[in-house]
């Protein structure tokens, strides 16, 4: 019963033996915040065993789920002990008229198992709707996702919706897919090109630093 | 006759099936489903051979693909519920599906026919850049891929603009941009003397109304000709997609199943790559009707499939189509390098001759990852038809494929992730006569000749 073993477990995607290992460490005395620190480099390891595809889809998503459940078995303790980290809030979501969204999918689990609170709007996403939910949720990123050409307006459109209402500094505008590029990103006025999921909890962080 | 009949029992299984949460579909049923089959079908990736010959496993992925429809059903994402099949509507929709067609029409009709492994006749080669392009190199490139002589249909570059206009799916640029999207590529073909040359079109379409709003047998895309129908990664599929196979259905073109299993996504890695393929040509029959199916499975991280993984995956569900089944499908190719460089023609010809050889048509050539406007030519959609068609006609073993195949991905595959993009078509084509720069032809031959010493006995 250790730390090695509960990362084992989450690396694994054991969730719900994760779960109860971790509420044993706790019971033990262990320390939450360092409990939180190991998951966190546990994931490390899996996003860098599945970005040179040693793993598969379903393996980070099945360990994705075991931090969660590991997560959700210290959160009442980690007040106590000055609370986790949170580096970011994003609302993510694939555009209007686009119903692809595995990377959108990917990108979610990446940023939520590395600090940020991700709130998904799915995918066919209208661009105002994009915005209302920002609003709500108090976050710091729009991030939308688009896999085909024709859809790839829609992530100027939700700028142009921002600078519309007066609130374009409120956002950092994140966005990402397939067919999207650098050079998009600044003919729209986006603040990051998220060029792979691997690394977006990195850009996100350096964009949110530049505030 | 297909299976378009049975649209509407699809049409209803699609509102009234098994009901489940789409975020509980890929990773409690799906995926678990297909990791089973490929335990109990004893399914083994082999890295040595991206041509393998193990015909026993070809059959085995047949049965688990067969098994993983059954099972999995195919999920409508707008009712969240599964459509689902039984063997005897598989087994009915394979005894009548039929193993030819005639494609295009008059003097320009070809025809597809089914094709076994190691086939002497030769594949149906549809060529395509399979890419967005500027406005004004539309029409030249329509051209310039028409001017190919190998080539028994097209399917050409998709529109990002129309007159000016950012073409959004869904929207009203985008039927515009659809509508000249097909009279760019039928002027080009009356133009060049061919006029009724099969086309598969129009990929500007990302919506049903771009798709519905060129059906015309006298100015846009005619019965003679396909459309596709697509899937969402992976089994799922919306009304948008299900409107369009009623419509190709209704309208009376042929329909093609336009697939892309995803290696290292939801399907896993080469065995359920090659398993979910197999399995989406069924779907592509017994939900849509297809005639044909136009599958790109491909790497998640490079977008590509001519690296050794995804052509072992390639060619086990060649050989377990062939193999089991009558149907017709072509291997859409999709290469790490751009155009006018040695590594996009090594990449092309290795992916045509594993896929001939494997009893696939062709469907050539998708270049630098399919992510670049106007990094596409037919340059090397023509070195892998040449390349096609000489693997046919000196009827080349899938083991004499296999020591070519080795030897040309030992010169790029280390290179995959950081692949040259090359040049953009006006880079490397004289764009008003829509042919090949003399740079750009003398590298085409330089590597056919590579090629050839190594044993492809060109045609020509």
Same mark, same amino acid.
């Given at each position: 019963?250790?730390?090695?073993?509960?990362?084992?477990?989450?690396?694994?995607?054991?969730?719900?033996?994760?779960?109860?290992?971790?509420?044993?460490?706790?019971?033990?005395?262990?320390?939450?915040?360092?409990?939180?620190?190991?998951?966190? $480099?546990?994931?490390?390891?899996?996003?860098?065993? &599945?970005?040179?595809?040693?793993? &598969?889809?379903?393996?980070?998503?099945?360990?994705?789920?075991?931090?969660?459940?590991?997560?959700?078995?210290?959160?009442?303790?980690?007040?106590?002990?000055?609370? $986790?980290?949170?580096?970011?809030?994003?609302?993510?979501?694939?555009?209007?008229?686009?119903?692809?969204?595995?990377?959108?999918?990917?990108?979610?689990?990446?940023?939520?198992?590395?600090?940020?609170?991700?709130?998904?709007?799915?995918?066919?996403?209208?661009?105002?709707? &994009?915005?209302?939910?920002?609003?709500?949720?108090?976050?710091?990123?729009?991030?939308?996702?688009?896999?085909?050409?024709?859809?790839?307006? $829609?992530?100027?459109?939700?700028?142009?919706?921002?600078?519309?209402?007066?609130?374009?500094?409120?956002?950092?505008?994140?966005?990402?897919?397939?067919?999207?590029?650098?050079?998009?990103?600044?003919?729209?006025?986006?603040?990051? &090109?998220?060029?792979?999921?691997?690394?977006?909890?990195?850009?996100?962080?350096?964009?949110?630093?530049?505030? | 006759?297909?299976?378009?009949?049975? #649209?509407?029992?699809?049409?209803?299984?699609?509102? /009234?099936?098994?009901?489940? %949460?789409?975020?509980?579909?890929?990773?409690? #049923?799906?995926?678990?489903?297909?990791?089973? !089959?490929?335990?109990?079908?004893?399914?083994?990736? @082999?890295?040595?051979?991206?041509?393998?010959?193990?015909?026993?496993?070809?059959?085995?992925?047949?049965?688990?693909?067969? +098994?993983?429809?059954? %099972?999995?059903?195919?999920?409508?994402?707008?009712?969240?519920?599964?459509?689902?099949?039984?063997?005897?509507?598989?087994?009915?929709?394979?005894?009548?599906?039929?193993?030819?067609?005639?494609?295009?029409?008059?003097?320009?009709?070809?025809?597809?026919?089914?094709?076994?492994?190691? @086939?002497?006749?030769?594949?149906?080669?549809?060529?395509?850049?399979?890419?967005?392009?500027?406005?004004?190199?539309?029409?030249?490139?329509?051209?310039?891929?028409?001017?190919?002589? !190998?080539?028994?249909?097209?399917?050409?570059?998709?529109? +990002?603009? /129309?007159?000016?206009?950012?073409?959004?799916?869904?929207?009203?640029?985008?039927?515009?941009?659809?509508?000249?999207?097909?009279?760019?590529?039928?002027?080009?073909?009356?133009?060049?003397?061919?006029?009724?040359?099969?086309?598969?079109?129009?990929?500007?379409?990302?919506?049903?109304?771009?798709?519905?709003?060129?059906?015309? @047998?006298?100015?846009?895309?005619?019965?003679?000709?396909?459309?596709?129908?697509?899937?969402?990664?992976?089994?799922?599929?919306?009304?948008?997609?299900?409107?369009?196979?009623?419509?190709?259905?209704?309208?009376?073109?042929?329909?093609?199943?336009?697939?892309?299993?995803?290696?290292?996504?939801?399907?896993?890695?080469?065995?359920?790559?090659?398993? /979910?393929?197999?399995?989406?040509?069924?779907?592509?029959?017994?939900? #849509?009707?297809?005639?044909?199916?136009?599958?790109?499975?491909?790497?998640?991280?490079?977008?590509?499939?001519?690296?050794?993984?995804?052509?072992?995956?390639?060619?086990?569900?060649?050989?377990? !189509?062939?193999?089991?089944?009558?149907?017709?499908?072509?291997?859409?190719?999709?290469?790490?390098?751009?155009?006018?460089?040695?590594?996009?023609?090594? +990449?092309?010809?290795?992916?045509?001759?594993?896929?001939?050889?494997?009893?696939? #048509?062709?469907?050539?050539?998708?270049?630098?990852?399919?992510?670049?406007?106007?990094?596409?030519?037919?340059?090397?959609?023509?070195?892998?038809?040449?390349?096609?068609?000489?693997?046919?006609?000196?009827?080349? /073993?899938?083991?004499?494929?296999?020591?070519?195949?080795?030897?040309?991905?030992?010169?790029?595959?280390?290179?995959?992730?950081?692949?040259?993009?090359?040049?953009?078509?006006?880079?490397?084509? @004289?764009?008003?006569?829509?042919?090949?720069?003399? %740079?750009?032809?003398?590298?085409?031959?330089?590597?056919?000749? +590579?090629?050839?010493?190594?044993?492809?006995?060109?045609?020509?």
């Amino acid at each position: 019963m250790s730390l090695e073993n509960l990362s084992k477990l989450v690396e694994e995607g054991e969730a719900q033996e994760a779960k109860v290992l971790a509420l044993k460490l706790l019971e033990g005395g262990s320390d939450p915040l360092e409990m939180i620190e190991a998951m966190t $480099r546990t994931m490390a390891h899996v996003g860098d065993l &599945f970005a040179k595809l040693e793993i &598969f889809l379903p393996e980070i998503m099945l360990s994705g789920e075991a931090l969660t459940e590991v997560v959700d078995a210290l959160n009442p303790y980690l007040d106590s002990a000055g609370g $986790r980290e949170i580096k970011g809030k994003v609302v993510l979501g694939v555009v209007k008229g686009d119903l692809h969204e595995i990377g959108k999918n990917i990108v979610k689990l990446i940023l939520e198992t590395s600090g940020f609170i991700v709130k998904d709007l799915g995918y066919n996403v209208d661009s105002l709707t &994009f915005i209302k939910e920002a609003e709500t949720f108090g976050a710091d990123f729009i991030a939308s996702s688009s896999l085909m050409t024709t859809t790839m307006p $829609r992530q100027l459109e939700i700028i142009e919706i921002l600078k519309a209402k007066g609130i374009r500094d409120n956002y950092k505008v994140v966005i990402g897919g397939a067919p999207t590029s650098q050079m998009w990103a600044d003919k729209i006025g986006a603040d990051l &090109f998220c060029y792979d999921a691997k690394s977006a909890p990195e850009q996100f962080t350096a964009v949110l630093a530049d505030k | 006759m297909s299976t378009a009949y049975r #649209h509407w029992e699809i049409i209803d299984r699609a509102r /009234t099936g098994k009901f489940m %949460e789409e975020d509980d579909f890929l990773p409690r #049923h799906f995926s678990p489903t297909l990791k089973k !089959l490929i335990k109990k079908y004893d399914i083994k990736y @082999d890295p040595k051979n991206p041509s393998p010959t193990d015909d026993a496993m070809a059959d085995r992925i047949w049965q688990a693909a067969w +098994e993983l429809f059954r %099972e999995v059903g195919y999920y409508n994402t707008d009712s969240h519920r599964i459509i689902e099949v039984t063997d005897q509507e598989i087994k009915e929709a394979l005894y009548m599906a039929r193993d030819q067609y005639v494609m295009g029409g008059g003097k320009d009709a070809t025809i597809m026919k089914h094709r076994s492994v190691e @086939d002497p006749e030769t594949p149906f080669c549809i060529m395509s850049p399979d890419i967005t392009v500027d406005e004004k190199y539309h029409q030249s490139m329509c051209m310039a891929y028409l001017k190919e002589p !190998l080539l028994d249909g097209i399917c050409g570059p998709i529109l +990002e603009e /129309t007159f000016g206009h950012l073409i959004e799916s869904g929207g009203p640029t985008e039927i515009s941009g659809c509508i000249q999207h097909i009279q760019n590529q039928k002027m080009a073909a009356r133009l060049l003397g061919r006029p009724d040359t099969f086309m598969v079109a129009v990929g500007t379409a990302e919506h049903d109304s771009g798709q519905i709003a060129v059906s015309n @047998d006298d100015w846009g895309v005619q019965k003679t000709d396909a459309r596709l129908v697509g899937s969402l990664t992976e089994f799922k599929t919306a009304d948008t997609l299900l409107n369009r196979s009623l419509h190709y259905a209704q309208y009376g073109c042929y329909t093609g199943n336009l697939t892309g299993a995803i290696y290292g996504g939801w399907c896993g890695g080469s065995e359920g790559t090659a398993v /979910t393929t197999v399995a989406y040509s069924l779907i592509g029959l017994v939900i #849509h009707g297809a005639a044909f199916n136009q599958h790109f499975p491909f790497h998640l991280n490079y977008c590509s499939n001519t690296t050794r993984e995804l052509l072992w995956a390639i060619s086990m569900a060649g050989q377990a !189509l062939s193999r089991n089944s009558k149907l017709l499908y072509t291997s859409n190719g999709f290469a790490n390098a751009g155009p006018m460089t040695e590594m996009l023609f090594r +990449e092309t010809a290795v992916h045509a001759m594993v896929s001939t050889v494997s009893g696939w #048509h062709l469907w050539e050539m998708a270049s630098a990852r399919n992510k670049y406007r106007n990094r596409a030519t037919p340059l090397e959609a023509r070195l892998g038809c040449e390349v096609g068609h000489a693997v046919a006609q000196q009827k080349m /073993t899938r083991e004499q494929v296999n020591e070519i195949s080795n030897k040309l991905l030992a010169t790029y595959e280390d290179h995959a992730a950081d692949a040259p993009m090359g040049s953009e078509y006006h880079e490397c084509y @004289d764009v008003a006569k829509a042919l090949p720069t003399v %740079e750009h032809m003398d590298m085409f031959c330089r590597v056919k000749d +590579e090629i050839a010493q190594m044993g492809i006995e060109f045609p020509y």
